[in-house]
């Protein structure tokens, strides 16, 4: 590859590079109510978003999407990491309430580490129902933390609780920015929608977006760490799959450790007057 090509990949890459320090606006755009907006890129370095994660299980808001809301600790917007299961059913020897207890307990270790706040539903492990009342539940969550930004699952997973996770969130998000859906507390609209990048729901899964978390790697790991199952107990060495991800996210996106996000198709719509 000559010098030329290399330095206009890197160039791509690093001007690509979206994340919660990079922005969207929407320019002269139509809105879907209770949708994010389409957007164009631009800078918010000196902004910050309150992010929160909704995830199927505990390891799912930590491995797959913790980085994102370290960022936003760091930041000092707030972070938020919900977990719609406790995860219960993951061990193969330890029987499911306390395996749930202990899942709680790691939750809650890491995201002091972080500086973040974890939150529970205790829908059944392996049954996830992506119904109305989920919906509802998770659209007065949102409206209580005032997140900007949602990481959740993306749809392309053999996993069927995180295939309903990304239907309830979708729903949810809707509901949540709706003020014609009265609930207790007023309508928040989410701004971005991110899905995140997991081994588990790879099929379709395409990045657009990398956010540069050199800044709090090490510590996002650390509080990964407080999961058992981190280091490989259930059989995947989630420890060294993440740790190793960061950096080759990094590489392709000019930082020394990231994270890619897939966005929806609604916020990669730009709206511009000129080349």
């Not at 936003?72 to 309430?97: D, V």
């Not at 420890?239 to 996000?261: E, I, L, P």
Request: hydrophobic share 40%; proline share 5%.
């Amino acid at each position: 590859m000559s010098s030329t090509t290399r330095r206009s990949i890197l160039k791509m890459a690093g001007a690509s590079a979206a994340a919660l320090s990079i922005g969207t606006r929407a320019l002269h755009a139509s809105q879907m109510p209770g949708r994010p907006s389409a957007e164009a890129t631009e800078s918010r370095v000196n902004k910050s978003s309150n992010v929160m994660a909704i995830a199927a299980h505990p390891g799912d808001a930590f491995f797959a999407m913790g980085a994102p809301v370290a960022m936003a600790a760091q930041s000092g917007a707030k972070g938020f990491l919900l977990s719609l299961t406790l995860g219960e059913k993951g061990s193969l020897t330890i029987p499911p309430a306390q395996y749930g207890v202990f899942q709680r307990e790691a939750a809650e270790k890491a995201a002091s580490v972080m500086n973040a706040e974890a939150l529970f539903f205790e829908y059944p492990d392996g049954e996830l129902p992506a119904n109305e009342e989920a919906k509802f539940t998770v659209c007065d969550l949102i409206r209580q933390y005032k997140p900007s930004t949602v990481v959740t699952h993306w749809k392309g997973s053999w996993h069927k609780d995180h295939r309903a996770c990304y239907d309830i969130v979708q729903d949810a998000v809707f509901y949540a920015g709706l003020a014609s859906i009265i609930r207790k507390l007023p309508a928040h609209e989410v701004k971005e929608i991110l899905f995140s990048d997991n081994w588990e729901d790879a099929e379709g899964f395409v990045s657009d977006t990398y956010l540069d978390i050199t800044p709090v790697c090490d510590r996002w790991l650390q509080a990964c760490s407080a999961f058992p199952m981190w280091r490989g107990e259930n059989g995947f060495r989630y420890n060294d799959y993440y740790a190793s991800r960061a950096v080759t996210c990094g590489c392709v996106s000019n930082f020394k450790q990231a994270v890619a996000f897939m966005s929806p198709a609604d916020q990669r719509v730009r709206h511009i007057r000129s080349l």
